[in-house]
T-cell receptor
Framework: NAGVTQTPKFQVLKTGQSMTLQCAQD?????MSWYRQDPGMGLRLIHY???????DQGEVPNGYNVSRSTTEDFPLRLLSAAPSQTSVYFC????????????FGQGTRLTVV | QQQVKQSPQSLIVQKGGISIINCAYE??????FPWYQQFPGKGPALLIA?????SEKKEGRFTISFNKSAKQFSLHIMDSQPGDSATYFC???????????FGEGTQLTVNP
């Protein structure tokens, strides 16, 4: 059972480049989300989805797009990378928001130069 | 938007001591209040969670205390061990129930 799988683990981008962070889960969870983690700021929600075809913005959505075409996959797209997007990104999934346990991926460390 | 304030930012405890981390929230959907544990290079993992209709929940060496009137909850780690050294996050659900807001995190170091 793989759980939540994120790729890549590390990525360096130049300012202005675009890329997609991949996230896949094999637990048939309806709820998926993307967070960014910065020192001293905890985990901040970027976007989330309550099911296939449904997405919504979190706390810090600017500069990011998401889509949810299947239950399993929830990719995060950086449209035009900026140094302020240098961070560690985590994807998470759960049966539903009102269920306490969210399963997190291993994270993607992104550096924008 | 929900504000979740966590303290302290960092904590150093001797092996065998008690680690205490506090969390305060503004408003909530009153579903549950979780604590997550994160080791370096890993994603956070659920450690323990409490529902607001109880004042305390204990799982092994870990205890959550919940004070509804003060809008605070805390994590107590008894007999702290070096293996407990990690970053701990509290979280509270938004009033809409649509998402969790996390605290800033506490980096715990347990010295042998």
């Amino acid at each position: 059972n793989a759980g939540v799988t994120q790729t890549p683990k590390f990525q360096v981008l130049k300012t202005g480049q675009s890329m997609t962070l991949q996230c896949a889960q094999d637990m048939n969870h309806e709820y998926m989300s993307w967070y960014r983690q910065d020192p001293g700021m905890g985990l901040r929600l970027i976007h989330y989805s309550v099911g296939a075809g449904i997405t919504d913005q979190g706390e810090v959505p600017n500069g990011y797009n998401v889509s949810r075409s299947t239950t399993e996959d929830f990719p995060l797209r950086l449209l035009s990378a900026a140094p302020s997007q240098t961070s560690v990104y985590f994807c998470a999934s759960s049966y539903g928001l009102r269920i306490p346990e969210a399963f997190f991926g291993q994270g993607t460390r992104l550096t924008v130069v | 938007q929900q504000q979740v304030k966590q303290s302290p930012q960092s904590l150093i405890v001797q092996k065998g001591g008690i680690s205490i981390i506090n969390c305060a929230y503004e408003n909530t959907a009153f579903d549950y209040f979780p604590w997550y544990q994160q080791f370096p290079g890993k994603g956070p993992a659920l450690l323990i969670a409490i529902r607001p209709d109880v004042s305390e929940k204990k799982e092994g060496r870990f205890t959550i205390s919940f004070n509804k009137s003060a809008k605070q909850f805390s994590l107590h780690i008894m007999d702290s061990q070096p293996g407990d050294s990690a970053t701990y996050f509290c979280a509270a659900p938004e009033t809409s129930g649509s998402r969790l807001t996390f605290g800033e995190g506490t980096q715990l170091t347990v010295n042998p």
